[in-house]
């Protein structure tokens, strides 16, 4: 038992080990506990928070190819947004292309005390008269979004506003760009009050059931670039950084689903890898097997025969009870 003892990881060190594998980006936001988590209201007084890909393998992030644009950055340390109030800002929505889909974008308050209040435009910026509003009309939406097909919710109950948009996959890409507008500070009197804020992506059928979700933090101001470097030096400094620190490790304690990983994969050879995760139960690795077949599935069709749909490449994965195979990435 003893040797047993020696291998388990702790979370970061599971991390470091995952990240040295090809499989990293499906494992590292994939929130195992959350897997079998019941539908919540995405809407509700206090919509889940945490990061979850789920079946669909879903992603939102800010779309920063070939932008040299000043009005917005994104702050990978802070896992943050900066931009500018009413400037487009694309985000890459990546799921596998199940149709049907929707994305829906809600803003929230990140700070406890805050938290159940729903965050909304304040007087000077909602005003009909502002010129912003020429072509805008959700009044109350901070959140707005370029897409035509979009529908702007309130929830009666909890007043919390939000922007739903259909999900298309355009051939050959494997997300869907939707934009976004901010319009109003995080300045913003009688508003967003210098509340910091979040942006919670769910991914939704057209009934509203939740099969995915991201979040990003958002900081609408008129110098992003400034701001962000602003507060990554505050980060860095001894108080706001600990404390930062502290509170995720905490959230990693909570959530040890897999405790061991082995791995014999030496990245210089050209074969096959073999690694070994032990869960904490058997749900769990079911789940982990579950997750690396559909996903060994939608790659096998994406790289199968480019540009030729329909045509699979042979099983990516040789997975057993105990060991899941892969090859050398090609890409
Ligand atoms: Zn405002």
């Known amino acids: ?113 805050h938290m159940k209040n729903p965050v909304k435009r304040c007087i000077t910026h909602k005003d009909k008269d502002n010129p912003m509003n020429t072509h805008y009309e959700h009044s109350e939406h901070v959140l707005a979004t370029g897409n035509d097909n979009a529908e702007y919710n309130m929830d009666q109950q909890s007043k919390r506003y939000s922007v739903k948009v259909p999900l298309h996959l355009q051939q050959g890409c494997n997300y869907a760009l939707v934009n976004y507008k901010f319009m109003c500070k995080t300045s913003c009197t009688g508003g967003l009050n210098r509340s910091p804020t979040d942006v919670i992506f769910t991914l939704e059928d057209a009934g509203g059931t939740v099969y995915g979700r991201q979040i990003i933090a958002v900081k609408i101001c008129s110098c992003p670039k400034r701001d962000k470097e602003k507060d990554e030096a505050n980060m860095a400094e001894p108080s706001g950084g600990k404390r930062k620190m502290k509170v995720k490790k905490e959230e990693k304690k909570l959530e040890p689903a897999m405790k061991k990983i082995k791995q014999e994969f030496n990245p210089n050879e050209n074969g096959p890898v073999t690694f070994m995760v032990t869960c904490t139960n058997h749900e769990i690795a079911e789940m982990a097997k579950n997750h690396l077949r559909r996903w060994d599935e939608i790659k096998s069709v994406e790289w199968g025969a480019p540009g030729v749909p329909g045509v699979p490449a042979p099983p990516l994965l040789h997975i057993t009870d105990d060991v899941a195979v892969l090859p050398q990435p090609y890409l």
């Open 1 to 113: 038992m003893e040797s047993q003892e020696s291998d388990i990881c702790n979370a970061e060190e599971m991390d470091m080990l995952l990240s040295k594998l090809w499989l990293f980006p499906l494992f590292k936001t994939v929130d195992w506990s959350s897997v079998s988590v019941p539908l919540m209201n995405p809407t509700g007084e206090l919509p889940a928070r945490n990061e979850w890909q789920g079946e669909y393998f879903f992603d939102a992030k800010v779309d920063l190819t070939g932008v040299h644009k000043k009005h917005y950055v994104v702050s990978s340390k802070l896992n943050k947004l900066y931009v500018d109030m009413d400037k487009v800002v694309p985000f890459q929505i990546h799921w596998d292309g199940t149709p049907g889909l929707y994305v829906r974008a809600l803003m929230m308050f990140t700070l406890a005390d």
